[in-house]
């Protein structure tokens, strides 16, 4: 719906219909965009953790509890709009649901994308790591997009209404750009320079010991590889109990280490 509404702005940036229709055509897709997001945002979140979404997490209350105040809003403005014949809707309403927007698309992207991301007690291998860098990645680009979003929409509060229409040809740009962030894959090189300084970190914790476990070395040659054999079992065991004691994460450390040298 973004295609169409900006072909709205352009005919009335042009004087050839009124500014009536374009504010219209912008609430309405704007409405879409919200709850469209906001469930993908949702199925994202599901599909990256084992089970169900979880509802009564606090991002997802937040953003549930926005999200219906900025549809309430854009319901308003259309109403009120239509009702009144006026060209534009009414100011507060406007910045009230641009806020609640923001805020809602936000809780429930970080509360999708953070399930990827093993803080460093958590990291028990290079996969975790690689995981880390991902959700690193995704979480990094989108928040530069909401602080150049936020940045037009602030440029325009100190503005009238006659500046929409280049407000919405940033706006319009804007949307454009979110979808084809998630199109292609994050630069390899960069996620491989994030994961292994994440994965180095790992290192030295455990060559200084933090890792809690060490290794006991005898003068008997078959002793210490029985020993290492029995130690490597027991490492993954550990690790293999470790991950799966966060049920709300989903991730395999054997696909995204995959093709790596």
Known sequence: MTLPASLVNTLSYMDIISSKWNSFSYLCSTTFMLALHFW?????????????????????????????????????????MLARNDDYPLRKVFITGVCLSIFCDGTTYTYSFSALINLRG????????????????????QSLWYFTFGALYIWFFCHTWEYLSTLLVFDYLLRFILCLMFTWSPPEFVIEFMSGRFF?????NGSNGDTGSTLAITDDKENNILYGHNMGFRETTNMNESDNSREDVYYSSEVLTAGRP
């Open 200 to 204: 180095s970190s790992i290192s030295q």
């Open 122 to 141: 958590k990291r028990l291998h290079e996969g975790q790591s690689r995981t880390t860098a991902l959700g690193v990645w995704f979480l990094l680009i």
């Open 40 to 80: 993908l945002n949702l199925d994202i979140g599901k599909n990256l953790r084992v089970g169900h979404v979880q509802y009564k997490n606090p991002l997802i209350v937040a953003g549930a509890a926005a999200m219906t105040g900025a549809l309430i809003c854009l319901i308003c403005q259309i109403s009120i």
